[in-house]
């Protein structure tokens, strides 16, 4: 039996992940997952078969932890979803006793949870990002756009202007990344990969409405210019699975403003419109057929797709 050890469990993209596997695979997979919060607290207990709290994963006794459960739960996938638990991610993959542990990640997969290396990364592999001004120039004037180099999701990101950002000192500055302001649709692009086969399926969903930072309101569709990017993107980081990014516009065209490497809570907007990008990753990974979860959208197709809050009782008290 195959056993999943799912990291940050109590995120959408763990219970996207879990809900998917689940509904596809039933009770042949098992799935551990952890989070540092409660059981209670943690939606995707419920579809777990064991669920662990854990240490905040900057904390050594995480690793420990993992390892611990590892050996102890039999697993043979580790799946690693925040920035943190790819560097522990990298850690066990250097570990020739793992050797057979199948690790969601990679080296260069940590090294691009540093936002300012992933920009250089993709400019490098000749892939468009926001245009970075000269930090003397940029506190001049105009309007900017800046993100903390070791941030997720949307924290901290905001425009600013070249007053504020001259008012920073250089200490902080550093822990910043400074960019043009980009221009919508802003869209997400779920990109899977087959490294060893060269397979590529990519689904872009444009942003139509986001309330609390969660898309509710997307439109699916097929762009052959994100295709290439996706691809480019794929290659370089020998991808096997399912990623995503984000696209905006900037002064020459589409630029990547985020690489994630994981899938994404949205990305589950992406399968409720026929493309099941997310339990193609686990079977491409777990060596099973893939095709039957995945077809390209025709040019010219497009699927609007809203989500509605669900509530799940976990816990009661008498």
Same mark, same amino acid.
């Given at each position: 039996?195959?056993?999943? %050890?799912?990291?940050?469990?109590?995120?959408?993209?763990?219970?996207?992940?879990?809900?998917?596997?689940?509904?596809?695979?039933?009770?042949?997979?098992?799935?551990?997952? =952890?989070?540092?919060?409660?059981?209670?607290?943690?939606?995707?207990?419920? $579809?777990? &078969?064991?669920?662990?709290?854990?240490?905040?994963?900057?904390?050594?006794?995480?690793?420990?932890?993992?390892?611990? $459960?590892?050996?102890?739960?039999?697993?043979?996938?580790?799946?690693?979803?925040?920035?943190?638990?790819?560097?522990?991610?990298?850690?066990?993959?250097?570990?020739?006793?793992?050797?057979? %542990?199948?690790?969601?990640?990679?080296?260069?997969?940590?090294?691009?949870? &540093?936002?300012? =290396?992933?920009? /250089?990364?993709?400019?490098?592999?000749?892939?468009?990002?926001?245009?970075?001004?000269?930090?003397?120039?940029?506190?001049?004037?105009?309007?900017?756009?800046?993100?903390?180099?070791?941030? =997720?999701?949307?924290?901290?990101?905001?425009?600013?202007?070249?007053?504020? $950002?001259?008012?920073? &000192?250089?200490?902080?500055?550093?822990?910043?990344?400074?960019?043009?302001?980009?221009?919508?649709?802003?869209?997400?692009?779920?990109?899977?990969?087959? /490294?060893?086969?060269?397979?590529?399926?990519?689904?872009?969903?444009?942003?139509?409405?986001?309330?609390?930072?969660?898309?509710?309101?997307?439109?699916?569709?097929?762009?052959?210019? %994100?295709?290439?990017?996706?691809?480019?993107?794929?290659?370089?980081?020998?991808?096997?699975?399912? $990623?995503?990014?984000?696209?905006?516009?900037?002064?020459?065209?589409?630029?990547?403003?985020?690489?994630?490497?994981?899938?994404?809570?949205?990305?589950?907007?992406?399968?409720?419109?026929?493309?099941?990008?997310?339990?193609?990753?686990?079977?491409?990974?777990?060596?099973?057929?893939?095709?039957?979860?995945?077809?390209?959208?025709?040019?010219?197709?497009?699927?609007?797709?809203?989500?509605?809050?669900?509530?799940?009782?976990?816990?009661?008290?008498?």
């Amino acid at each position: 039996m195959r056993t999943v %050890l799912l990291g940050a469990a109590g995120t959408g993209t763990a219970f996207a992940l879990a809900s998917r596997i689940r509904a596809v695979w039933g009770a042949d997979v098992r799935i551990v997952a =952890v989070d540092i919060n409660p059981a209670e607290l943690v939606t995707t207990s419920l $579809l777990a &078969d064991s669920f662990v709290q854990v240490p905040l994963v900057n904390d050594p006794a995480y690793e420990k932890c993992i390892r611990e $459960l590892i050996e102890a739960e039999q697993v043979n996938t580790f799946i690693p979803i925040l920035n943190d638990e790819h560097v522990v991610a990298v850690n066990l993959l250097s570990d020739p006793a793992l050797a057979k %542990l199948d690790v969601w990640s990679s080296e260069l997969y940590a090294r691009c949870t &540093d936002k300012r =290396v992933a920009d /250089d990364w993709l400019s490098e592999i000749g892939v468009p990002t926001p245009m970075k001004p000269d930090l003397t120039e940029a506190s001049r004037g105009g309007e900017w756009f800046v993100k903390p180099v070791n941030g =997720v999701g949307s924290r901290g990101a905001r425009r600013i202007s070249a007053e504020e $950002l001259h008012g920073y &000192d250089q200490a902080t500055r550093e822990t910043l990344i400074v960019q043009e302001v980009c221009k919508e649709p802003e869209v997400t692009v779920d990109s899977f990969d087959d /490294d060893r086969t060269g397979a590529s399926f990519v689904y872009c969903r444009e942003r139509l409405e986001t309330k609390a930072g969660v898309c509710t309101k997307a439109r699916v569709f097929f762009d052959p210019e %994100l295709a290439t990017i996706a691809k480019k993107i794929a290659r370089g980081l020998r991808q096997r699975g399912t $990623l995503c990014f984000q696209v905006m516009k900037g002064l020459k065209g589409w630029v990547v403003t985020d690489l994630n490497l994981r899938s994404g809570a949205g990305t589950a907007i992406t399968c409720s419109a026929g493309f099941d990008v997310l339990a193609a990753a686990f079977a491409c990974r777990a060596g099973e057929d893939y095709t039957k979860f995945l077809s390209p959208i025709a040019a010219g197709e497009e699927f609007i797709v809203t989500r509605q809050y669900a509530e799940f009782v976990m816990q009661h008290r008498t």
